[in-house]
Nanobody, 120 residues
Framework: QVQLVESGGGLVQAGGSLRLSCAAS????????MGWHRQAPGKQRELVAS???????TYADSVKGRFTISRNNANHTVSLQMNSLKPADTAVYYC??????????????WGQGTQVTVSS
């Protein structure tokens, strides 16, 4: 079993920065892709950014140039540096681990979510 624990959310003014972190715990052999989704009130959950084991990144168009995702494969952590934040970035941000291989097999895992609120 894998647990994802997120940290770093909070309240920030527009133009400010936040850094989200997520640590995966458990007996983990590998995780294919790690990243972040977000869900704003009344909207569907959407991909924000992801990163593979080899470092290939994917970003939503709305965050390109402002957000940077990074990962430590050795300790199964992923971080999201968010700069130039906008009120539209306000959402609950969820960490995820895609195709995590453990002693019980391969499956996806999600964190509980952390609130990011950007005031205008």
């Amino acid at each position: 079993q894998v647990q994802l624990v997120e940290s770093g959310g909070g309240l920030v003014q527009a133009g400010g920065s936040l850094r989200l972190s997520c640590a995966a715990s458990g007996i983990i052999f590998s995780i294919n892709r790690m990243g972040w989704h977000r869900q704003a009130p009344g909207k569907q959950r959407e991909l924000v950014a992801s990163i593979t084991t080899s470092g290939t990144t994917t970003y939503a168009d709305s965050v390109k140039g402002r957000f940077t995702i990074s990962r430590n494969n050795a300790n199964h952590t992923v971080s999201l540096q968010m700069n130039s934040l906008k009120p539209a970035d306000t959402a609950v941000y969820y960490c995820y681990a895609d195709s995590a291989r453990t002693i019980i097999g391969v499956r996806d895992y999600w964190g509980q979510g952390t609130q990011v609120t950007v005031s205008s």
